[in-house]
């Protein structure tokens, strides 16, 4: 079965044979080894110097570690989406004041509401969900940064877990404090590891926060960085899928992969603009996730049965447009031959109704 949802995504035969190698110790000079490699390749893709948090974990776990970490009382959460609001409710959970500028979904953030918002009020730290995977919008991450850095005193913490290894996240040079992602997304590892990059602004602030927990403790996680290893132990067989997928992307070429994707989110906008409509606001589109309006009132479950008799499986909508859209995923190690392949099939399930 293919994967084409917004994660899981696919993963290839080398990287589930790395995924079964023997286990090492992971307070050996091999796993330093490892745990080396893999940051270094992580650092040159995502353009940081920052150190990275390599977490066993959901990426729904480092949401909680920033919130944790970064927040000694409020925040300001952009959201448009099924992802913002889930970042807002685990900043609840955690004791947090809650502030946020909400956009209807299918819209982006809009820089001039973020503009008023910051110029009215000190915020300790803004989140935003870069990629928002239930509506298939990308925010403007370029315009939000620049926006932000007029305000040093405020941490930029980002959620790229859909967007990060499908298009380019220069943290450094967008003044990312916290960029999170998780390998099940456009990295293609399975589920159970996520990322981190935390700048020196960020871990001063952790610094000042009391009841950070133990298990997303940046500055517990600094220290053993710092030595080479993780805090506890890591899924060490996730070390070894992970470096080989970063190698795999050194081998297609970093700008190569991106190009794929994005010739994969065009060859799927121009299909469903011909056989349905987008849901998602058109400057807002994502590379890595289409969001289609389902016009013609399709049986989007019956479909994804007839799918998977042929090998593919999308995604419905998600939450509140659960049945006005279903998603596409092109993401990881897809090709556009498969996307072509895939949307075939849809076409031959349109006909049969
Ligand atoms: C998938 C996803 C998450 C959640 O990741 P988990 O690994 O399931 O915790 C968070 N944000 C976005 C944008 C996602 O697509």
């Known amino acids: 079965m293919k994967l084409f949802i917004p994660g899981p995504t696919e993963v290839s035969q080398k990287v589930l044979e790395a995924m079964s190698c023997p286990m090492i110790y992971h307070r050996s000079p091999e796993f ?15 353009k940081t110097k920052n150190m990275i948090f390599l977490s066993t974990s959901s990426a729904s776990g480092l949401m909680e570690g920033a919130v944790r970490n970064c927040i000694e009382k409020r925040a300001l959460f952009l959201t448009c989406g099924a992802f913002g609001e889930r970042w807002k409710a685990i900043a609840s959970a955690c004791g947090k004041e809650v502030e946020s500028l909400d956009f209807a ?12 918002a910051l110029q009215k009020k000190h915020y300790e730290a803004v989140f935003l969900v870069h990629n928002e995977s239930s509506t298939g919008v990308m925010n403007r991450l370029e315009a939000i940064a620049t926006s932000l850095r007029r305000y040093p005193e405020t941490l930029f913490i980002v959620d790229t877990v859909s967007s990060a290894f499908g298009t380019m996240i220069d943290v450094d040079s967008l003044g990312i404090d916290v960029c999170i992602t998780g390998v099940q997304k456009a990295l293609a590892v399975p ?16 610094a000042r926060c009391s009841n950070r927990g133990y298990y997303f403790d940046f500055i517990e996680a600094e220290k053993n960085f710092a030595t080479g290893f993780t805090t506890t132990t890591p899924s060490i067989s996730h070390c070894f899928a992970l470096k080989e997928s970063l190698e795999g992307i050194l081998k297609e070429g970093f700008t190569n992969r991106i190009q794929r994707h994005h010739d994969m989110a065009i060859y799927t906008r121009n299909w469903a603009k011909e056989y349905f409509d987008i849901f998602t606001d058109e400057h807002f589109l994502s590379p890595t996730i289409t969001c289609i309006k389902n016009t013609r009132g399709i049986d989007v479950e019956g479909m994804n049965k007839y799918l998977q008799s042929c090998g593919f499986i999308i995604a419905n909508g998600y939450g509140k447009i659960r049945d006005k859209t279903f998603r596409i995923g092109h993401m990881g190690e897809h090709t556009v031959d498969d996307v072509r392949e895939l949307l075939a099939a849809i076409e031959h399930y349109i006909k049969l109704c």
């Open 32 to 46: 330093k080894n490892l745990f080396t490699e893999i940051i270094s390749l992580l650092q040159q893709f995502l």
């Open 191 to 206: 589920p159970g590891m996520a990322l981190a990059t935390l700048s020196t602004r960020a871990l001063e602030k952790a």
């Open 105 to 116: 979904w299918g819209q982006g953030i809009s820089i001039e509401q973020l503009e008023k």
